[in-house]
C-alpha cells in the first residue's frame, strides 16, 4: 500500500532539516592561519598567549609542552614545577618569566598557527584552544624546550596523524634530555644526573598518561633519525650504522665517544 503524498513529504521534510549526527571526535578539521600577530597589550606566558588575526583574537595554549608559571599565587603548580627541574620555587617562576621573554621574542615576527580548535582547559574565563607556532621553519614548543623553559608533556595531541604525534612528542623528549645534558635553562641548576634522568620523563598533561613513547631502534633507523638523539651527531650516527648489528646499549662502549653518562642518556630512547 502506498503511503499518503502528505506523509512522504512530511518524512522528507523532517529528514531534510534533522541536525546532522556530530563528527567523531577523532575527526577534527585541522585550519592553518597564516600571516597571525602576538597581542602584545594581553596578558601571556610562555605556552598561552592571545594571537591576532584578520581583526580577529584567538588565545592559543601550546600543544605538547608546559612551560612554568609566571603567576605567584599558583603555588602547587610552582611546586611540581619546581621539584621537577630540580630549583627552588622562585627560579621555577624566574624560569617562567624567561619562557614568557622567549615566546614574546620568537612571536615579535609574523607567525602560522596551526590548530583543530580543541578547546584546552584552565583557569581563564575566555576560551582557549591547542595549537602549534611555526615561524621560519622553527616550530615554538620545541624551541622552549631546547632552550630548557619548557617540559614536554605526555599527552599526545590530536595531530593530523597520529604517527606525527607521537614522533614529535619523541623528539621533544630527545631535545629536553639535550638541554639538561647541556644545562640550558632552568637545568643550569640540577645536577647532570638529575637532569638526564628526569629529561627522559615525559610530564604528565592534564589529561592523564598517554602510550609509551616510540624509542628510536639503533640498528634500523636512519641516520637523519638517531642525530635526533642526545649526544649524537651526524658523525656518531655513521659510526653507529657501520657498527650493526648491536645486542644491547653496552655494544655503543665500543664506539669512540661513548661513555657511561652518555650510554645512560640514551636508555629509554633506544631499543634494538
Known amino acids: 500500500m502506498r503511503a499518503p503524498l502528505s506523509i512522504v513529504l512530511l518524512l522528507l521534510l523532517t529528514c531534510a532539516f534533522s541536525p546532522?549526527?556530530?563528527?567523531?571526535?577523532?575527526?577534527?578539521?585541522?585550519?592553518?592561519?597564516?600571516?597571525?600577530?602576538?597581542?602584545?597589550?594581553?596578558?601571556?606566558?610562555?605556552?598561552?598567549?592571545?594571537?591576532?588575526?584578520?581583526?580577529?583574537?584567538?588565545?592559543i595554549r601550546l600543544y605538547f609542552v608546559d612551560a612554568p608559571e609566571t603567576d605567584a599565587r599558583l603555588g602547587e603548580r610552582i611546586k611540581e614545577q619546581?621539584?621537577?627541574?630540580?630549583?627552588?620555587?622562585?627560579?621555577?617562576?624566574r624560569g617562567g618569566?624567561?619562557?614568557?621573554?622567549?615566546?614574546?621574542?620568537?612571536?615579535?615576527?609574523?607567525f602560522r598557527?596551526?590548530?583543530?580548535r580543541q578547546l584546552a582547559p584552565g583557569a581563564s574565563r575566555e576560551q582557549r584552544y591547542y595549537g602549534m607556532i611555526e615561524r621560519d621553519g622553527r616550530r615554538l614548543d620545541a624551541a622552549l624546550v631546547e632552550?630548557?623553559?619548557?617540559?614536554?608533556?605526555?599527552?599526545?595531541?590530536?595531530?593530523?596523524?597520529?604517527?606525527?604525534g607521537q614522533k614529535t612528542a619523541h623528539a621533544l623528549r630527545a631535545l629536553q634530555a639535550k638541554a639538561a645534558q647541556d644545562k640550558r635553562g632552568l637545568w643550569a641548576r640540577a645536577s647532570v644526573a638529575e637532569s638526564l634522568k628526569d629529561a627522559l620523563k615525559p610530564r604528565l598533561g592534564v589529561?592523564?598518561?598517554?602510550?609509551?613513547p616510540r624509542t628510536i631502534n639503533l640498528n634500523t633507523a636512519p641516520a637523519e633519525e638517531l642525530s635526533s638523539l642526545p649526544g649524537i651527531g651526524p658523525k656518531t650516527a655513521a659510526q653507529i650504522i657501520r657498527a650493526r648489528p648491536l645486542k644491547d646499549l653496552s655494544a655503543l662502549d665500543a664506539l669512540p665517544g661513548f661513555g657511561p653518562k652518555k650510554i645512560e642518556a640514551l636508555r629509554e630512547l633506544v631499543s634494538f
Open 82 to 93: 619546581a621539584a621537577y627541574f630540580h630549583v627552588t620555587e622562585a627560579a621555577a617562576l
Open 20 to 59: 546532522a549526527a556530530p563528527a567523531p571526535a577523532s575527526v577534527r578539521k585541522w585550519e592553518t592561519i597564516e600571516g597571525c600577530r602576538f597581542a602584545t597589550d594581553k596578558y601571556f606566558d610562555g605556552d598561552s598567549f592571545h594571537v591576532e588575526y584578520g581583526g580577529q583574537t584567538l588565545i
Open 147 to 164: 632552550a630548557g623553559l619548557a617540559a614536554p608533556t605526555s599527552e599526545i595531541a590530536d595531530y593530523p596523524d597520529s604517527a606525527g
Open 113 to 116: 598557527v596551526i590548530t583543530s
Open 207 to 212: 589529561f592523564g598518561g598517554a602510550p609509551a
Open 97 to 110: 618569566k624567561a619562557a614568557a621573554d622567549f615566546t614574546a621574542n620568537f612571536l615579535s615576527k609574523p
